[in-house]
């Protein structure tokens, strides 16, 4: 028993490394240094520039474009962790390599988790590079010693916005191209999560549906620490956060499960 075990425990966390280094450099393309430079340095600069420059236009107060700032600069983590990470279902299925993951023996869990492993690096650094321009460039003031606590948000924010795309990417498994549907979660970031504007300004129902995304109480623990809110305050935005990240991963399990049954039953498994 204590020998199986052991060799059950070898085995998770050979396949959880093999895929946390192997397939980014195959199916995901997270390992070209273009993407990785353009992803880190690139977008959170134009977008968080683009979404100041159209507050100041619509006459918004510093404390409007810096709320706007601050949003973006975190809102940038779901091009890496949302729609990259949905993606690799097509990359899979376009490579033909699909068939032989699912019915390899490969603890799914491993399997799943190693590949949300370089998507989390790659968006807390374009979450922190964001964060910087924020501050050097467009003005955003930091409370006195809240970095640490601002660290901690960004990392339960990496970790909860890649399980939310791992989410999404076992529901592409079924469909025919993940592209819209990350597109779809792309933009219902911006809109529902309190990125450009705050939450109470929607009607209740898309509050409702804002409250239940993982970006928006990461971008509220983000904000929270920047001012230098209480830890108390900080302690129930990460808990939020964490619950986010632990509904998502496990639903991704389950939902994975159940696609890649419908898939195979259908022929969506090669369909591309």
């Not at 990259?84 to 603890?107: F, I, R, Y």
Request: aromatic share 12%.
């Amino acid at each position: 028993m204590t020998g199986g075990a052991s060799a059950n425990r070898v085995s998770f966390w050979r396949t959880f490394w093999a895929n946390a280094v192997v397939a980014p450099r195959t199916s995901l393309g997270f390992m070209r240094i273009d993407f990785i430079l353009g992803m880190i340095f690139i977008i959170p600069l134009t977008q968080i520039t683009f979404f100041a420059l159209t507050a100041q236009l619509a006459n918004d107060s510093v404390s409007e474009i810096q709320f706007v700032v601050i949003g973006n600069a975190v809102a940038t983590v779901t091009y890496s962790s949302v729609f990259s990470v949905c993606q690799t279902t097509d990359s899979e299925k376009q490579q033909g390599t699909m068939e032989h993951l699912l019915v390899s023996p490969a603890n799914r869990l491993a399997l799943y988790f190693g590949r949300g492993m370089i998507p989390i690096l790659i968006s807390l650094a374009t979450v922190a590079m964001g964060l910087v321009y924020a501050v050097v460039i467009f003005g955003v003031p930091l409370a006195p010693g809240s970095e640490w606590t601002l660290a901690v948000s960004v990392v339960l924010t990496a970790f909860a916005m890649v399980g939310f795309g791992l989410l999404l990417g076992g529901v592409a498994l079924y469909l025919r191209t993940s592209i819209i549907l990350g597109n779809i979660f792309l933009f219902v970031g911006l809109l529902l999560s309190g990125v450009n504007f705050p939450l109470s300004s929607l009607p209740a129902s898309l509050q409702w549906i804002g409250y239940a995304l993982p970006l928006t109480w990461g971008l509220s623990s983000v904000r929270a620490a920047i001012t230098g809110d209480s830890l108390g305050t900080l302690a129930i935005l990460w808990a939020a956060v964490a619950i986010c990240a632990l509904v998502a991963y496990g639903a991704a399990i389950l939902l994975w499960d159940v696609f890649e049954r419908r898939a195979l039953a259908t022929g969506s498994i090669a369909r591309f």
